[in-house]
């Protein structure tokens, strides 16, 4: 199938790109940044989905799957970014008459609020779109559904990881007592999209029990 991934230079939308390609799609990746990935199967498009004019998006393809991965964790562009420059993208693709799935990687935060204001509503609303996208699409049978991880190993959060203090603190907010691979994200996306046929309008928190730790005092 031919599948088209935003953020795909490194973190989570690396290793989606990589599960698909491993499974023998065809992976078109858009980023800002330079490609990461060296297959025959991938094409990279070096570009900003917030961009008004994005270069050589004519020449993508109809895609059969969708995966709006990128994303900023900078708060004066996280509405620019994650909920506009995502909106805006994806409304562009939905017209592929080939289109059979739509997935867009959120946050925990969405749903806990725990992290910067900006960057919270910008994965909250990705989410809200998420379902008002999947009711419309549902007449042509199309799923639509997101993920939204916790703590997840890759290099945006190396500020934690690189600290080893830090890092004991935030694991100690998981029931597990860890946080997820990019595989681990990759392996659920690909499920959702390739795999599901039934799920759709869900978005699916994956956190290593942190949403649900609480300390019981009686």
């Known amino acids: 199938m031919d599948v088209i991934v935003t953020g795909t230079s490194s973190g989570i939308g690396a290793a989606i790109a990589r599960a698909f390609l491993e499974e023998g799609h065809r992976v078109w990746g ?20 917030c961009a008004d004019e994005l270069p050589e998006l004519p020449e993508l393809p109809e895609p059969e799957i969708l995966v ?8 004066a562009d ?3 970014v994650n ?20 997935l867009f990687i959120a946050s925990a935060s969405a ?16 989410v809200g779109y998420m379902k008002n ?8 049978g199309i799923t639509c559904n997101a993920i939204s991880p916790g703590g997840v190993i890759t290099p945006a959060n190396s500020h934690i990881l690189d600290d080893e203090e830090l890092y004991r603190q ?17 392996e659920l996306a ?16 994956v956190d290593n029990g942190e949403m649900l730790k609480s300390n019981f005092i009686w």
């Open 133 to 140: 996208l999947a009711l419309a699409l549902a007449p042509r």
């Open 68 to 75: 709006n991965n990128a994303g900023t964790l900078e708060e």
């Open 78 to 80: 996280a509405i620019a």
């Open 170 to 186: 935030v694991l100690a907010e998981t029931l597990l007592g860890k946080w997820a691979d990019p595989e681990e994200i990759a």
């Open 190 to 205: 690909y499920f959702l999209t390739v795999r599901n046929r039934s799920i759709t309008g869900e978005d699916i928190l």
């Open 30 to 49: 858009i980023d800002i940044a330079p490609a990461s990935i060296e297959h025959p199967a991938y094409e990279h498009v070096q570009a900003d989905i």
């Open 83 to 102: 909920l506009t420059g995502t909106m805006r993208f994806t409304d562009r693709m939905v017209t592929s008459p080939r289109l059979r799935s739509v």
């Open 111 to 126: 749903r806990n609020g725990a992290e910067f204001p900006q960057y919270v509503a910008s994965k909250a609303g990705i």
